[in-house]
């Protein structure tokens, strides 16, 4: 069976400071890997996404990164971290398979606070 | 640009009764899905929903699909108290596999 495992679960950091986020995927190939945040009380935005390695399409201009150096990791970064950052970050993944519905699996999540 | 609006975002409801939760999409769309969220956990995948008609039941909920009125609901019967969570549809893209539109969220909790 498949699971996908993001780290830190936590984190608190300054602000200015840098982020790293890190995903990975067990129990398949080849995923769609993906990148949300969920800002307190409110709804999931999707930032990055990825369809192999090395290919990422960003669906929101702001100031984190996200690399995929191997098939099964995803990266959330930034160089110098706002308080706007803050949030619930969440890690997710699919397939192309039509017949299932493309269903999108979340990772537990990692609470960050930019203080 | 793919808009999802659900409603209502907050619910309180008595267990024992039963509520409807409202999903509408402003494009054509091939897939929808529902997500349970407990309070700061992640998201959980209920149903996926792929073409006009489909209807999935799991337990106490049931979710429905009408892609002509770009509408789903998810019906909530005899409610119980460990249904409490927020509850996210999700709309697919149509022509593409891989990017979702989430709606705001209902909060529902259910009251002893």
């Known amino acids: 069976s498949q699971t996908i495992h993001q780290w830190p679960a936590t984190l608190v950091q300054p602000v200015g400071s840098p982020l790293s986020l890190e995903c990975t995927v067990e129990?398949?190939?080849?995923?769609?890997l993906y990148w949300y945040r969920q800002a307190a009380g409110r709804g999931l935005q999707l930032l990055f996404y990825?369809?192999?390695?090395?290919?990422i399409s960003s669906e929101v201009p702001q100031n984190l990164s996200a690399s995929r150096p191997q098939d099964r990791q995803f990266i959330l970064s930034s160089k110098k971290l706002l308080l706007s950052d803050s949030g619930f970050y969440l890690c997710?993944?699919?397939?192309?398979?039509?017949?299932?519905?493309?269903?999108?699996?979340f990772g537990e999540g990692s609470w960050l606070t930019v203080v | 640009e793919l808009k999802v609006e659900q409603n209502p975002l907050f619910l309180s409801m008595q267990e024992g009764k039963n509520y409807t939760i409202y999903c509408n999409y402003s494009?054509?769309?091939?897939?929808l899905y529902w997500y349970r969220q407990d309070p700061g956990k992640s998201l959980e995948s209920l149903f996926v929903?792929?073409?006009?008609?489909a209807v999935k039941q799991e337990g106490r909920l049931m979710a429905s699909l009408d892609t002509k009125a770009r509408l789903s609901t998810l019906h909530i019967t005899a409610a119980v108290h460990d249904l409490s969570a927020t509850y996210f549809c999700?709309?697919?893209?149509?022509?593409?596999?891989?990017?979702?539109?989430f709606g705001s969220g209902t909060q529902l909790t259910v009251l002893p």
């Open positions: 929903l792929l073409s006009n008609g």
């Open positions: 129990g398949t190939s080849n995923p769609n």
């Open positions: 990825s369809v192999g390695i090395g290919q």
């Open positions: 494009t054509t769309s091939d897939r």
């Open positions: 999700a709309v697919g893209s149509s022509g593409s596999a891989r990017q979702l539109t």
């Open positions: 997710a993944w699919n397939r192309d398979r039509v017949l299932s519905g493309n269903t999108i699996y």
